[in-house]
């Protein structure tokens, strides 16, 4: 996919004037006080950017993962942590349309996909991170109910959400042993805990989720006893499409800055993009971030066209997000002393580049991802 229709265009624009009217003003302040505003994301739902992916039939738009990314990266051009919001609230949405039975989705997807309910994924626990399939929160049976126990750890919008994808133990150990449940964001028994004191990504909260005894209807199970992981991994391999996008949108905006910046800073007389050292930093920025987009572009097309994509989504993970850690470094770089100040964007566009490689499987994860499927080519 080289270029974009005239509709692709026409999204495009509408999230890019979103975003700006609604994040915009309040992104440098909000990162400042760590502060995530639950109405801006309903404002973004407004605007018909929190259900992109999502069926007609259950209030989205019915689009594909292309515009998905293309709308996440206009979004993160201007707030890296709304652009996760939409990612995340998105993660439920994907579940049901593949687990779900109708009765959940009517419950639960127009509302997701309108922005007006917010949705939260919950894999994470302080022991289980990259070794996700040996989490240890427990769902015990009880008649027409479950009774889930555990602590979950990092969750994007503990506390906030209206609606938890949670992964809980039913049975033995490992992977086979895992469910997915929908649990409701008032349900007795589940509480938060500490708040994530985080290097960027500020304005997005990151919470600790503590569930004693919270009992879910047996009817919130994501499909049958033991497939929960199998929900998380399927989630996980198109949430990296978008995490990837939102990388895209942190480096774009990094290479603008700062070569805005190169083309009016003059030192000895010129302007300095006219260094040649100042000049290929720029330049190997344009060409990581057109690579990266083209292999997140990539990844879209083929969960798109229903053809295996999770090694490809693997492959634009690493390529977005390392780009966007290395272009943000040489970003600030090319402001000198200015880039370093808060005065610029650049130093908080950093701290938000970082952890894209480690959200959502990180990127070390991701090459065992890669390394196993070209191994299973060549054996
Ligand atoms: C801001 C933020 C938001 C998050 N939001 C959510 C959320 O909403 N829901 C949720 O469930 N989780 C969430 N997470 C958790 C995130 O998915 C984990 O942090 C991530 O999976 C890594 O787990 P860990 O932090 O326990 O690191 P570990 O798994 O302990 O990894 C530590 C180091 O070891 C490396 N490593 C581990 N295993 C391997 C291996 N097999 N091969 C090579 N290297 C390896 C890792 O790459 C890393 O460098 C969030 C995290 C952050 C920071």
């Known amino acids: 996919m080289f270029t974009l229709s005239e509709d692709q265009q026409a999204l495009v624009e ?5 975003a700006e009217a609604e994040l915009a003003s309040t992104v440098k302040a909000d990162d400042e006080a760590e502060l995530f505003r639950k109405d801006l994301f309903h404002k973004l739902g407004a605007a018909g950017l929190c259900g992109v992916q999502t069926a ?10 292309v515009e998905y990314a293309l709308v996440i990266e206009e979004i993160a051009k201007v707030a890296p942590a709304y652009a996760v919001s939409v990612a995340v609230s998105g993660l439920p949405q994907v579940i049901l349309a593949k ?31 990259s070794d996700a399939g040996s989490l240890r929160t427990t769902a015990t049976r009880d008649g027409d109910t479950y009774r889930l126990n555990g602590t979950k750890f990092w969750i994007t919008h503990g506390g906030y959400a209206d609606i938890y994808v949670v992964m809980a133990r039913t049975g033995g150990p ?3 042993g ?7 964001g008032d349900t007795p028994g589940l509480s938060f805990g500490k708040k994530e004191e985080k290097m960027g990504l500020r304005a997005s909260p990151t919470v600790e989720m503590i569930l004693e005894d919270a009992i879910v209807p047996a009817s919130n199970r994501l499909g049958p006893e033991g497939n929960g992981f199998s929900v998380a991994m399927s989630a996980l391999d198109s949430g990296r499409i978008t995490i990837a996008a939102t990388a895209l949108g942190i480096s774009q905006s990094a290479m603008d800055c700062a070569g805005r910046y190169a083309v009016t800073r003059k030192q000895f007389d010129q302007a300095i993009i006219d260094f040649q050292g100042v000049g290929f930093m720029l330049a190997d920025m344009a060409v990581r971030i057109e690579q990266a987009r083209l292999v997140t572009h990539k990844a879209a097309w083929l969960k798109d066209q ?14 977005a997000t390392d780009c966007a850690m290395a272009v943000t470094t040489d970003a600030v770089q090319v402001l000198g002393g200015y880039g ?13 580049a970082k952890v894209m490689q480690i959200v959502e499987g990180t990127n070390q994860v991701q090459r065992v991802v890669i390394a196993r499927h070209l191994k299973r080519g060549w054996e």
């Open 99 to 129: 687990f779900g039975d109708d009765a959940q989705r009517e419950r639960w997807m127009p509302g997701l996909a309108a922005g007006e309910l917010l949705g939260a994924f919950a894999l994470s626990e302080p022991g289980s991170g």
């Open 306 to 319: 229903d053809l295996p994509f999770n090694h490809v989504a693997a492959m634009a993970k690493c390529a």
């Open 178 to 184: 895992i469910s997915a449940f929908l649990v409701a």
């Open 340 to 352: 370093y100040t808060r005065e610029y964007p650049l130093e908080r566009l950093m701290r938000d």
């Open 14 to 18: 509408a999230a890019r004037a979103a």
């Open 174 to 176: 490992g992977p086979k």
């Open 56 to 65: 007609e039939r259950w209030g989205g738009l019915g689009l594909g993962y």
